[in-house]
């Protein structure tokens, strides 16, 4: 028994089957990620992936629609929205993640964590511009990073995490409000 909150695509049905054939082989996270992204991306380019509520976006904020949380905790399934300019804080995850891009190009900025006490600083370190049809996973420690639209039309993507972001309502582990500076 899965929970959908709303009735689904053939292909976006498709695409949490997927997602749950890999995550029931109970790899390691990193591999679990990278799994899955292989698996999301031939979706990606279905043009009538995701229904019409799940494209629709917020003026002030980066819109999360939830597509799927599996019963069982396992994974979630998330779609995002971003008009231009929209971004996250600089955060990591509590599990592994994939994204995927559906339309546009989302921007992700990496980052690592130096120094300790009083000296501790994020370092940016690379910088990704993931374009529609492609997906790629990472896992924790060491995922500390910002997603934004740095282009000038819409983004949307598709999001799974190794969580149940109901439960969490995120899976964001940590916010970084440390400065920012070079190595
Ligand atoms: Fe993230």
Not at 52 to 77: L, N
Request: with cysteine.
């Amino acid at each position: 028994m899965t929970r959908t909150p709303t009735a689904h695509s053939a292909p976006l049905a498709e695409l949490v089957s997927a997602v749950r054939d890999v995550v029931r082989l109970e790899r390691q996270p990193a591999e679990a990620a990278e799994l899955v992204a292989s698996r999301i991306e031939p979706f990606l380019a279905q043009p009538n992936l995701l229904p019409d509520q799940y494209r629709e976006g917020d003026p002030d904020r980066y819109k999360q629609h939830i597509v799927h949380a599996e019963e069982d905790g396992s994974f979630s399934v998330v779609a995002l929205v971003w008009q231009p300019g929209q971004e996250t804080p600089v955060h990591d995850h509590v599990a592994w993640c994939v994204t995927g891009v559906y339309e546009g190009a989302e921007t992700e900025q990496q980052y690592e964590l130096r120094g300790e006490g009083d000296t501790t600083r994020l370092v940016p370190v690379t910088e990704v511009v993931n374009s529609a049809g492609t997906a790629c996973g990472f896992a924790p420690p060491g995922d500390i990073h910002l997603v934004r639209n740095a282009a000038d039309s819409t983004v949307i993507s598709i999001h799974v995490y190794g969580a149940d972001i109901r439960k969490l309502s995120t899976s964001v582990r940590r916010r970084y409000h440390l400065p920012i500076a070079d190595a």
